[in-house]
Structure formats: structure tokens, C-alpha cells
């Protein structure tokens, strides 16, 4: 189907499912019971799950493909984002416009940067990258201010021109369907929202995904992949590795600037700290937790870390009283002081615990403890080989 083996469109078709299904698997919890805090079908969080999985996806392009591990792919989430809200303040708040500029500003920008940083590659490369993300979060902050507003951040105003605008709705829209407009399905105790905007963004997540499949089965991939395993060796055959190093680095950048257009079409906002080199650590320990080399990984990654910086982090010293009111007093508050260290503003300690664990134990990320689950129980078809290593499921 689609050009796609069997065993891919099986994937693909699982994805496809568990995203129109999204709302339903989000929220497993009654909306009143106790557990509902770890409900996490609201469309703001399901949205922030598929945008970062796009920017994930790319960023695997490069390294799970190539092994060049980048930090400033930041950069490219912040000139998609400007780029989308310049397009609301001159045009209109239609996000095609906006999300194809995006891509492309994104891409003219990687070009620039992988054009010099790939020069090097390593450590020297990586930080290369990094200075670029630094040197754009700076201008975007203080030296660009007349395009980006600065600290406080590029918005859309009532007096920006909007040419193309009309009759057309006072909120981001895809010719008149409004990003914001939700219907909520009440079965029983449980709740369920569909967002127009969180649907929108599933589309061309699924569309960069099969895009990835394509790329990663296609003799583009064979060769970033043999980039990886040795560049050297490839470059004493006589074939000259960085046009697809290159052209890798700008893919993974459009994908970056992509997300960044959607993130400001879901919120018509653009600031600087979209820019920081912690944005690029992040997309980073998505695809590493994930599984980098893989095609589901950096979505579970994106996933998994959204999932613990929006439903963990609201955990507070009220929440925990309603789960421990039950016991005396000591024991309660005893409780209470041990589980605040790991939840609320303390989410951090617990997501560094579990990425640390991971990491011991499952190297190959939480596509690699699938591998094994899928082992253990689906017979001799991916047993370990002679170097004790697993094949990446989703591959």
C-alpha cells in the first residue's frame, strides 16, 4: 500500500488508528475521579504530542539516519514559527499560507547553516550547530526586534494589515474551520474532546511520517545509513558524502520548521525562547528515549516526555492530599513531602530517573524494550544476534 511493504503498512495503519483514536485512549479516567489528573486527551496536550513528534521525526532523519547529532535544530522550530506569524499580520489567519512558508523559510535557513556546519562532523559539528541556535535566539531577541518583537514575542494585532483577511474568522482557520473549534462527547463519567485544530495537525503528522518511511526504505536512506556506519570508507570509494548530509540536514530542518508553523497556527505566537538550545536538547532526548534509528521512536519520545512536563507538572500539594487524605496525619504528610520532590516543579527529577533507566537498561530506547516485550511473547522472528543487539522494532 502506498509503495510501503507489508510489514510497514501494518505500522502504518497502527499509527493511523491510535491517532484517530487519540481522545479516547488519552483519557482512560473518569473526568471526576482522582486518576483524572493523568487524563491528557485535552487538544491543547494531544496537539503539543503530534507537533513534537513531527519535529522529531526529523531530527531522526539526520541522526538516527546519518548519526549527525545536531543542537540547534531549535533554530528552525523558531524561523517556522516567525515566519507563520508574519504571515497572520500581513495576509490572514488562514494557516496554509502560514505553514508553507514556514516550511520553506525553515528550509532556505538550513541550507545556510548545514552548508558550513557540515564542514565538520562530531563533536565539531554538533557544536557548530549549537552556536547557530545560540547566535539566531540572540537576534531573534534583542538585534531582529523590529521582526520579532523581541522578549516580548511577534503576535498579530488588530491594526496589522491582514490584506487577504475578509469576512474570514478572528482565530487561525483552514478556509473558515477554526483551529480552536472542539466538540466534547460526554459518555458516562468519562468525557471526550475533539479538536479540529489537534486533527489537522494528525494529518501532516501522518503525512511526514509516511514520508519518513519512504525516505528511511529509499536508496537515500541506504546511503545516509552507510554514512553512518562509516563515512570514511564511504569517501575512498570516490563518492562524495556531503550532498546527502546536506541534503539530509535540510529535510530535518523542513520537518523542524513545519512544526514550528504548526505550534504558532495552534497558538498565533512566536517567541525567542522557541529558539533556546534547551528546545534542541529536548527534540534530542525525544529521539534518544524514543529510539533514534527508528521509525515509531521519536514518536513514543515526544510522547513520553510531553506527556511527564504537562500531566506530571500539574501534580501539586493539593492534588497529593486528595490522593493521601485517607491516612493519618503523619503518614500523610510524610508521603506528601517524599512524592512533592517528584512531581509538580519537580517533575524533572522523575523524568531524568526514568531516562536514566532507560538508557542502563534499554540502549535502543522504548522501541527496544517493545523489541524485547514482542520477543519474550511473539516467537524466533527477532531473536538477538551474535552481538547480544536487538532490531529496532518499527524498522
Known sequence: MLGLTKRDTGLFILVICVTALAPFIMNPFPADSAMAQFNAGYPDLMQRFVIFGIFAIGFNILFGLTGYLSFGHAAFLGAGSYAAVWMFKLLSYNILPAIVLSVIVAGLFSVIIGFISLRRSGIYFSILTLAFAQMSFAMAYSVLTPLTNGETGLQVYNDDPQWLKGNGPDATHFFGLEMRSTFDLDIGAWSFAFNVGYYFCAVLMLVAFYLSMRIFRSPFGLMLRAIKTNQTRLNYTGLNSRPYTLAAFVISGMYAGLAGGLMASMDPLAGAERMQWTASGEVVLMTILGGAGTLLGPLLGAGFIKYFENIFSKINESVLHGWFGFLP?????????????????????????LFMLIVIFLPGGL???????????GGDKNKKDTEGKYAPAGE
Open 329 to 353: 496525619d503523619g503518614i500523610e504528610n510524610g508521603l506528601i513531602w517524599v512524592a512533592e520532590h517528584f512531581v509538580g516543579s519537580g517533575w524533572h527529577l522523575t523524568l531524568g530517573l
Open 367 to 377: 522501541m527496544e524494550g517493545a523489541t524485547r516485550i514482542r520477543n519474550r511473547f
